[in-house]
């Protein structure tokens, strides 16, 4: 009784949240933040001894790292792209910026890549944080595809997104790709006879935007595998920061770390054939 009034009330909160809509210099910020990081990440590729971000730190610090990554950790930590010393602010919105990498021990960067590029079945290769996928289009290393994404933190939101990804290798042993969404939309009663999509920006705005920066290296006799993580929500509306606050805050970071250890542990138990990218569960 006690669970079904919590949920009853949650529904509720949910429900009395005002539908926040993307403003113009939100999104304009958000493409400003993925320019300047992006304009990072090709930097960093001119340093091809600092491929990995564990690999630009200092000797001490990197060592400890990488033990770690060899001892099955995923390391993980906040980053923000500054500009003039200050932090890029959305009005009305947060940027959420995460990094992580794992270490996949004894598999190599065909058989991660294949998985990463099976995005017919990515909603049985991560569910249950996704329910639905589909490879639209592939032209060369550039892919269009669909993922219908759950998050779940105190509420369930489910968003039906469409992504651009463009792969590249700058050396046979290394991958890097860069995903994009171009749509992400709001799915309300998701699964059952009354489910609606609504139009991208009429909704809760628990995510408007996510950008995934990808890279891939083989190495130690396994593969090393790293994700950054730019995505735009909403801001917290005053009052309902018990029900808002932790999925917009919590849910980036435990995304990005369930997408890791769950890539780990597919790629060292599914049966990949890499010359054509199909694989056996």
């Given at each position: 009784?006690?669970?079904?009034?919590?949920?009853?009330?949650?529904?509720?909160?949910?429900?009395?949240?005002?539908?926040a809509q993307p403003q113009a210099k939100a999104i304009a910020a958000f493409d400003e933040y993925a320019r300047l990081t992006e304009g990072r990440l090709d930097a960093e590729l001119a340093h091809p001894e600092q491929f990995l971000r564990v690999d630009a730190h200092?000797?001490?610090?990197?060592?400890?790292?990488?033990?770690?990554?060899r001892g099955g950790e995923v390391l993980i930590e906040r980053l923000a792209t500054l500009v003039n010393g200050r932090p890029l602010e959305a009005p009305d919105?947060?940027?959420?910026?995460?990094i992580a990498t794992v270490y996949i021990a004894?598999?190599?960067l065909e058989?991660?890549?294949?998985?990463?590029?099976?995005y017919d079945?990515?909603?049985?290769?991560?569910?249950?944080?996704?329910?639905?996928?589909?490879?639209?289009?592939?032209?060369?290393?550039?892919?269009?595809?669909?993922?219908?994404?759950?998050?779940?933190?105190?509420?369930?939101?489910?968003?039906?997104?469409?992504?651009d990804?463009?792969?590249?290798?700058?050396?046979?042993?290394?991958?890097?790709?860069?995903?994009?969404?171009?749509?992400?939309?709001?799915?309300q009663d998701a699964g059952k006879p009354a489910e609606t999509i609504k139009a991208v920006g009429d909704g809760h705005g628990f995510m408007w935007r996510l950008n995934t920066y990808g890279r891939v290296e083989a190495r130690d006799d396994g593969t090393f595998v790293q994700f950054e993580t730019v995505s735009l929500s909403r801001d917290i509306p005053f009052g309902l920061g018990w029900v808002?606050?932790?999925?917009?805050?919590?849910?980036?970071?435990?995304?990005?770390?369930?997408?890791?250890?769950?890539?780990?542990?597919?790629?060292?138990?599914?049966?990949?054939?890499?010359?054509?990218?199909?694989?056996?569960?």
């Open positions: 009784m006690r669970q079904a009034i919590l949920a009853g009330t949650l529904s509720l909160a949910v429900v009395a949240v005002i539908a200092p000797s001490a610090r990197r060592q400890t790292e990488l033990t770690r990554l919105a947060m940027i959420h910026h995460w004894g598999v190599g058989r991660v890549v294949a998985v990463l590029q099976d079945h990515h909603a049985q290769l991560f569910a249950p944080a996704v329910a639905r996928s589909k490879l639209r289009a592939r032209n060369g290393d550039d892919f269009r595809m669909y993922l219908r994404l759950i998050r779940t933190k105190v509420i369930t939101v489910v968003l039906d997104t469409e992504n990804v463009r792969y590249s290798a700058p050396r046979p042993d290394r991958v890097e790709f860069r995903a994009r969404t171009t749509s992400v939309r709001e799915v808002i606050g932790p999925f917009v805050t919590s849910v980036p970071k435990e995304s990005l770390l369930f997408t890791l250890e769950t890539l780990r542990r597919r790629v060292t138990t599914a049966t990949v054939a890499t010359h054509d990218h199909k694989l056996i569960y």
